[in-house]
C-alpha cells in the first residue's frame, strides 16, 4: 500500500480554484513536515510548500506564494495544498512527499501525483 | 536561491556499465545537504541518496553518492536493467530547496 495518495487534480480555466488532497497511511503522520513537489511537463522538479508536523509553520516558494496555502488535518492523516488564481504555467503534475528529517527537506515518500491542468 | 546543474543531459551505455552523474551548485551546499533521487516514466521520484552519501532504507550499495560544497556526484557501479531512469539532484541546505534538471540514463 502506498503511503501517500494524491487527488483533486483535474482541469481548470485560469484564475480558478482546485484544492489538492494527500492521504497518508503506514507512518505517524502527524510527527512529520509534509511537502508539494510540482513537474510541469518535460520539467524538473519543483519544491512549492512545506509544512511542519503540527501545521504551525509554513513555507512558500515565490511562484506560489499568495495564491496558494498548504495545511494538514492530522486527525485525517490528510495533507491539501489549496489553489487559487491558477495560471496556465502551474500546469504540472503534483505530487505530496514526506520530509525525511526534521529541518531537513530531503523527501523520502512521495506519492503518485496528481495532474493539474490549466487550460482556457 | 541556489541552481543545480546537472551533467550531462543523457548518458548512454548498456547494462553492466558504471554511470557517473554529475551535479554541480551556484553555490556551496551547506553541510553537504544535497539528495540524489530516481525516477521513471510516470512514476514519483525515489530518494536514493541523502546527505551526500548516504544510501536511502532499501537502495542498493551498488548506487553511491561523493562530493562536497559545489560538486557532488552519483555512482551507479553495474548498471542493472532497472536502473535506466532519470536521476535528479536536490539541495536542501538552504530554502528554497532545488532540484536540477535531471541526467537521463538510457539503453546504448
Known amino acids: 500500500e502506498a503511503p501517500l495518495l494524491e487527488s483533486g487534480g483535474g482541469l481548470v480555466q485560469p484564475g480558478g480554484s482546485l484544492r489538492l488532497a494527500c492521504a497518508a497511511s503506514?507512518?505517524?503522520?502527524?510527527?512529520?513536515?509534509m511537502s508539494w513537489v510540482r513537474q510541469a511537463p518535460g520539467k524538473g522538479l519543483e519544491w512549492l510548500s512545506s509544512?511542519?508536523?503540527?501545521?504551525?509553520?509554513?513555507f512558500y516558494a515565490d511562484s506560489v506564494k499568495g495564491r496558494f496555502t498548504i495545511s494538514r488535518d492530522n486527525s485525517k492523516n490528510t495533507l491539501f495544498l489549496q489553489m487559487n488564481s491558477l495560471r496556465v504555467e502551474d500546469t504540472a503534475v503534483y505530487y505530496c512527499a514526506k520530509i525525511g528529517r526534521r529541518g531537513f527537506w530531503y523527501f523520502d515518500y512521495w506519492g503518485q501525483g496528481t495532474l493539474v491542468t490549466v487550460s482556457s | 536561491e541556489i541552481v543545480l546543474t546537472q551533467s550531462p543531459g543523457t548518458l548512454s551505455l548498456s547494462p553492466g556499465e558504471r554511470a557517473t552523474f554529475s551535479c554541480r551548485a551556484s553555490?556551496?551546499?551547506?553541510?553537504?545537504?544535497l539528495a540524489w533521487y530516481q525516477q521513471k516514466p510516470g512514476q514519483a521520484p525515489r530518494l536514493l541518496i541523502s546527505?551526500?552519501?548516504s544510501r536511502a532504507t532499501g537502495i542498493p550499495d551498488r548506487f553511491s553518492g561523493s562530493g562536497s560544497g559545489t560538486d557532488f556526484t552519483l555512482t551507479i557501479s553495474r548498471l542493472e536493467p532497472e536502473d535506466f531512469a532519470v536521476y535528479s539532484c536536490?539541495?536542501?541546505?538552504?530554502?528554497?530547496?532545488?532540484f536540477g534538471l535531471g541526467t537521463k540514463v538510457e539503453v546504448k
Open positions: 509544512i511542519s508536523d503540527s501545521g504551525g509553520e509554513t
Open positions: 536536490q539541495q536542501y541546505g538552504s530554502t528554497p530547496p532545488t
Open positions: 546527505g551526500a552519501s
Open positions: 553555490q556551496s551546499v551547506s553541510s553537504n545537504n
Open positions: 503506514g507512518f505517524s503522520f502527524s510527527s512529520h513536515g
